[in-house]
């Protein structure tokens, strides 16, 4: 059993004991004459508590009964007796049966009330919810609408994300609706459930309802909760962990500042983008203010989806996958996604290089295809030339095929039988002879450039390098400027401490930890940081947070400038040059 059990159990108990009220089916109805001598007796044996063998009676009858008419009586009251038998499986499937077989029958409001309760029984509070909510939809009688609001305001103070997240209230017959939302959301209150109240109120203007909605803000104000999605087992552990600490520092100074607490509810998302997507669910449905994570791109692509029709704020740390913002609109994404990458350093190649020729040298990873296909589409765009595309596999070290091919693409095809000579009329080899070009971006991670850009330098071929996220590494700072020789590329995982703020969160962290944060402490201090800007000016409600952050331009954090663009992706994404083994902000 589960720590709901025990409170269904007894919800349960309570609404079978007022369904017994309803007495409108417990008496005989006409029948054939074949049948109507099982049927009456099968009554009288369900009016006299003899379940089990009225119970086999209508089940006979439902299986084998000679009028067609009557089979969704059948149905239902064999379903009915087996229930208060305690035949709940073979019960519920009875019921199921009412309902799929006769859709049209008066019984299916009762069949789903019935269905309800056992589901309590067996502690299956989403489909309890679901259950009930079909029957005061279908619904004609006040005395069930009555019963089914009890069952679910015991049900939404107990567990009330299964009663939000399931109840879909745009279905219930208007008139009818704020009949049920006025006291289900009574119940949520008293089951510290806060966030939905205002939404769900919305069109009901009754004073009570008012009263409500402003009870529930007030209550938003003294108890804020954040669902934290971070990696605390398995393989990503020490990442989600790092991630953890920056959120926690922020949370400490926020309570210094002002004298108020956020309460952090962590959720151990093991890496796997199923159980991510499943927790967010949940918190969707939930009474958490705001949500941080997950940690990686696979994982908030299918959180973000999940959220696709909610109205939770989810602030993304990490992940730099592009378009997951586009599948909520509720999401916000803190690092420059890589088709903004790929963007970006196209428009620097224009507007500050002059740049009207380019080559692309890609890996074939879905991640480095978006910044090139990024890169092309945007140089084109502003009138530039692709004059070829190279594509190589991951684990590819011979580079020489791939160099040559470009330089072919410039100067011809280069044949072993053409003689090439140099300024002093000495015949060299077709990889020496030197060619000049623009540019070339090579969207790679640090370990492909270490072995791609001495290949270069031997071919010979002279370029201006850009690139991305991969290029900010010491294995290519380490190169030498002889082989990096005039790059530039786009990052937002290089914290380059220059800020004020980036300087004060390094020594409050090595006085909180006793270590320098690395990246991903850093992004997660500031997905904090936001989150408690927004409450500190007010802004307590799920949709007020989302208005708040989507106004954010140019935040100022530990990890850099922060500004929300209108895809709600972090557009705030600086150029880095190498010069002396080190990254060098360039301004543009």
């Not at 935040?555 to 922060?562: E, Y």
Request: charged share 20%.
């Amino acid at each position: 059993m589960n720590k709901n059990d025990i409170f269904i159990t007894k919800d349960c108990l309570e609404s079978i004991t007022l369904f017994l009220l309803l007495t409108i089916f417990l008496w005989p109805i006409s029948v054939s004459a074949d049948d109507d001598a099982l049927y009456n007796r099968a009554h009288r044996l369900l009016n006299q508590k003899q379940y089990s063998e009225a119970q086999q009676i209508f089940s006979q009858l439902s299986d084998f009964g000679g009028n067609i008419r009557m089979g969704p009586s059948y149905q239902y009251f064999s379903a009915k007796s087996g229930y208060y038998a305690g035949y709940l499986e073979e019960s519920l499937k009875d019921f199921n049966h009412v309902i799929n077989r006769y859709p049209q029958s008066s019984f299916v409001p009762y069949a789903y009330f019935f269905s309800g309760n056992i589901n309590c029984f067996l502690a299956k509070a989403d489909q309890a919810a679901i259950a009930y909510s079909n029957a005061y939809k279908t619904s004609r009688d006040s005395k069930l609408d009555k019963l089914v609001i009890e069952s679910l305001q015991g049900l939404a103070e107990k567990v009330p994300s299964a009663v939000i997240e399931n109840l879909e209230i745009t279905t219930i017959p208007a008139k009818k609706r704020c009949e049920l939302l006025v006291p289900l959301c009574q119940s949520l209150i008293k089951g510290n459930s806060f966030q939905s109240i205002r939404l769900l109120l919305a069109g009901c203007s009754s004073a009570e309802a008012e009263r409500l909605i402003a009870q529930a803000e007030m209550l938003l104000k003294q108890q804020v909760e954040i669902g934290i999605l971070v990696p605390l087992s398995g393989e990503l552990q020490k990442f989600g962990e790092a991630m953890l600490d920056g959120i926690t520092l922020q949370l400490d100074k926020y309570r210094l500042d002002t004298g108020r607490k956020i309460t952090p509810v962590v959720y151990d998302t093991r890496g796997d983008e199923i159980e991510a997507a499943r927790i967010l669910r949940r918190l969707s449905a939930g009474g958490v203010a705001a949500a941080i994570g997950p940690l990686t791109s696979n994982e908030a692509a299918v959180s973000s989806a999940v959220l696709a029709c909610g109205d939770l704020p989810l602030i993304i740390p990490a992940a730099s996958q592009s378009g997951l913002t586009e599948l909520s609109s509720s999401c916000f994404q803190l690092l420059p996604n890589l088709a903004w990458q790929g963007r970006k350093m196209a428009d620097f190649a224009v507007s500050q290089l002059g740049a009207d020729t380019a080559a692309i040298f890609t890996p074939t990873t879905p991640e480095n295809l978006r910044m090139a296909r990024a890169f092309e589409t945007r140089f084109i765009e502003l009138g530039g030339t692709i004059i070829c595309t190279e594509y190589f596999r991951t684990k590819e070290t011979d580079f020489g095929p791939y160099v040559k091919d470009i330089k072919s693409q410039i100067i011809g095809q280069l044949l072993d039988s053409i003689i090439f000579l140099n300024n002093d009329g000495d015949t060299i080899e077709a990889e020496e002879v030197p060619v000049w070009l623009d540019c070339i971006y090579i969207p790679a991670e640090a370990g492909q450039l270490r072995m791609i850009l001495p290949q270069i330098d031997f071919y010979n071929l002279n370029t201006t390098y850009l690139g991305g996220d991969g290029w900010g590494a010491d294995r290519v700072y380490k190169l030498g400027d002889h082989i990096t020789k005039t790059c530039y590329f786009s990052s937002g995982r290089i914290e380059s401490g220059a800020s004020e703020k980036a300087q004060q969160f390094m020594a409050d962290f090595d006085v909180k930890y006793g270590r320098q944060p690395g990246h991903l402490e850093t992004v997660g201090y500031d997905a904090m940081s936001l989150i408690s800007l927004a409450l500190s000016n007010g802004q307590f409600s799920r949709a007020d947070i989302k208005q708040y952050l989507s106004t954010i331009r140019g935040f100022v954090g530990a990890s850099g400038k922060i500004t929300f663009g209108q895809k709600h992706e972090n557009i705030e994404l600086p150029v880095f040059k190498i010069e002396s083994g080190l990254p060098i902000k360039v301004n543009f």
